[in-house]
């Protein structure tokens, strides 16, 4: 009998989801104000690259970190203090003097908005199902779509650039305080009654080291640099393909790269679906598939058609990818150490996104912004070879070196039906078979259970989450 996992709570996903558009805000943001900012401050168009590289510090250091410290913080504490922290940042924006104080505030706000990004994908990755997950992303792209809209009504209407970021400031503040009243809500929720044993376990804290001594921590960690590259170089070198690559006009080209970042936001909403009713895996092994077909077509000589038919391909295809990797964590390195795996992978996905097409753009000035394609499309390719490595792994904590307090129990499954017979209601139930997991009758210490995805149809290798600190 499969399980029917605990719906999310309709307050947090909205919340989830208005989070994510604030983290894709800021970027709208910079695109349309930089002219003004540049301007005001008397400083070079290339000084924007001060604050996009502080940006990325702050974003990696503290995705990283919040991996490793969202046990002890608890993730509706990290998601208040984070989303202040980016509220403050963007304040300091909006009232900074000169560009020093401007690149420190980006240092601050790529600090925030890497905790957000972190915390909230590893508390989904184990409270939300594909469909939910997906469209928690495509809320991102949302953001990005918006922040534009935002400081060119500001600068439309005779205002000045900092009232753009002061609006912002003023809505991120009003989510911190959303995220501060609903700390307690954060905490996973137990399955409901008549679903399965929900007895307290003990906390289990795995050591740092055994977790990075995982290989497919690593491989996932790789993974995510290779797709978050992919992503952002077929966006950002794609308009000067089509341009002086494949002899389209200027504003056909851009119209082409809308495509592309719409097919990316039209994905995630409809695969989020198809993922819900088929499973992750699968959709992940089609995507990545679709990837490198559309990579290929891209790199196909001569042919605008194909180039941007590709285009939109790679985009639909990889849409659903970042989110379901994220999802899958637990299975590729065990549920123990899903949350710092979970930071490392964030982490490593803003360091691909800032090397990879810088590294692409020197190859494209060095050789041809026809090696664009072949670029992609390896790069395709050595993400389905590390994605295949990962996930025919066991997962840290399988077979026999379990890691939990039911270590040695044999093989735990969530859900009612643990272990065989009916349903069973909590520890003890009089229903006959053999006692469920974690009961007192199964003398084994109890195990709490954590609701897997709405499509419940592949197993969960190794044990079932562990509870640290509410979670």
Do not use: K
Not at 97 to 112: I, M
Not at 330 to 350: K, Y
Not at 429 to 435: C, E, V
């Amino acid at each position: 009998m499969s399980t029917s996992p605990a719906p999310p709570r309709a307050t947090l996903l909205l919340l989830a989801y208005l989070a994510f558009v604030s983290l894709g805000l800021p970027d709208g943001l910079l695109g349309v104000g930089w002219p003004s900012i540049r301007a005001d401050f008397g400083v070079p168009t290339e000084a924007v690259g001060l604050l996009l590289t502080a940006g990325t510090v702050g974003y990696l250091a503290s995705s990283v970190l919040a991996g490793f410290t969202l046990a002890r913080l608890g993730v509706g504490a990290l998601l208040a203090g984070s989303t202040l922290l980016a509220s403050l940042a963007l304040t300091g924006y909006a009232v900074s003097p000169g560009l020093a104080v401007l690149v420190g505030c980006a240092l601050v706000l790529g600090l925030g908005s890497g905790a957000i990004d972190s915390g909230l994908n590893a508390y989904a990755a184990g409270a939300f199902g594909p469909r939910h997950m997906n469209w928690m992303h495509a809320f991102f792209g949302l953001g990005v779509a918006i922040g534009p809209l935002i400081m060119t009504a500001a600068l439309s209407a005779g205002l000045a650039w900092r009232w753009g970021y002061g609006i912002v400031a003023g809505a991120q503040l009003a989510l911190a305080t959303a995220f501060a009243l609903t700390v307690r809500a954060w905490q996973r929720r137990a399955p409901e009654p008549g679903v399965g044993t929900t007895d307290a376990a003990p906390a289990v804290r795995v050591p740092v080291l055994a977790t990075l001594r995982l290989p497919t921590v690593w491989s996932g960690t790789v993974a995510f640099a290779l797709y978050v590259a992919i992503e952002v170089s077929a966006g950002l070198w794609a308009f000067l393909l089509l341009t002086q690559g494949r002899g389209l006009s200027a504003a056909v080209a851009g119209g082409c790269v809308s495509a592309y970042w719409g097919s990316l936001f039209v994905g995630r909403v409809v695969q989020g679906v198809v993922a819900e009713r088929l499973g992750p895996r699968l959709v992940l092994r089609v995507s990545l598939g679709g990837m490198a077909l559309g990579a290929a077509l891209i790199a196909v000589p001569g042919s605008a058609v194909l180039a941007v038919l590709g285009l939109v391909v790679l985009g639909f295809a990889a849409a659903p990818v970042f989110p379901l990797l994220t999802l899958t964590t637990a299975d590729r390195v065990g549920a123990a150490h899903a949350d710092r795996a979970i930071g490392l992978q964030i982490g490593a996905a803003g360091l691909g996104a800032a090397l990879v097409p810088t590294g692409l753009g020197v190859l494209i000035s060095t050789v041809s912004v026809q090696v664009l394609g072949s670029a992609l499309l390896g790069l395709a390719l050595a993400l389905i070879v590390l994605y295949e490595l990962g996930a025919r792994r066991p997962a840290a904590g399988s077979g026999p070196e379990r890691t939990g307090p039911a270590a040695g129990s044999g093989p735990e499954r969530t859900g009612p039906g643990a272990g065989s017979g009916p349903e069973r209601t909590g520890p003890g139930s009089d229903a006959s078979g053999p006692p469920a997991v974690g009961s007192a009758a199964s003398g084994t210490p109890a195990q709490s259970r954590t609701a897997l995805p709405d499509d419940a149809d592949y197993p969960l290798s190794g044990p079932v989450r562990p509870v640290v600190d509410g979670r």
